[in-house]
């Protein structure tokens, strides 16, 4: 059972709050509050890229820590405490789907972390506990809204993390669905997010890595959230990333606000087709 006052948090405030130099999720303009750039768009309908062949630098950035690229995919490590290595898709989707392809990390109070996340903190969530092997967390925010308490939900999944298995998320207009395997897990209907109010719906960028929550440092509640206090002796601890999948529902230039609400009837997609690179499937590689 997990700590409910953290486990009802966006995973932007329970990292802040851990690792404040090294947060997977933030935002540096919301557009819900004041005027902020244009978002740069996925130009494509699909993007794959898989990590067996090396980095993709044009289309992801490093954004905490050190990536290594091994046969088995993109690797993500914690060797010692302040470790959180992530990476950050250099686009935004706008409705559509992301597979992850993936092994996550074991370890207590390692947690594992595939997410999508927008500009006004609207975030669709996979995350694993390195205690749960057998377990995969999903969760979701509109807005960084934490006024409801029913939105993590788990899910059984055989060895997360000696098997290698297929974790999507499939989100439209009027319902997001998580997917283990191509087996639907869970689904949310638009109107059952507080009224559609706290619905993710807005372009969000990919970010994946890895972090401690059960860093002795943390706070107790964290602590207890991720299954108990990190032992950094037994490190290392990793996540090895095969593939990742994209679809985007909405490829152009880039997205924009036209208003400050925050809703999908507001978002203006801009131009067609040249700003993200050519992804391995449209390469014929």
Known sequence: ??????????????????????????????????????????????????????????????????????????????????????????????????????????????????????????????EWLGGEPANVQTNYFGKGNTTTHDREADAAVTDTQGTTHNYTIHWTSDSTSWLVDDKVVRTLQFADANGGSNYPQTPMNVRIGIWAGGDPNNAEGTIEWAGGETDYSKAPYTMVLEKVEVRNENPGSSYSYGDMTGGFESIVTDGKGSNAKKSDTEEGT
């Open 1 to 126: 059972m997990h700590f409910p006052s953290v486990s009802v948090l966006p995973l932007s405030l329970i990292l802040s709050a851990a690792i404040p130099a090294l947060a997977q999720t933030s935002t540096s303009c919301d557009p819900t509050k004041k005027s902020c750039p244009a978002d740069t768009a996925l130009s494509s309908s699909t993007y794959t890229h898989d990590f067996t062949k090396g980095a993709d630098d044009d289309n992801w950035k490093v954004t905490a820590g050190d990536i290594s690229y091994t046969s088995k995919g993109a690797e993500f490590t914690i060797n010692k405490a302040g470790d959180a290595p992530t990476i950050q898709s250099q686009w935004y989707i706008f409705f559509g789907s992301v597979s992850f392809i993936m092994t996550a990390a074991p370890g207590t109070g390692v947690v594992s972390s595939a997410i999508l996340e927008s500009d006004d903190l609207d975030e669709i969530d996979w």
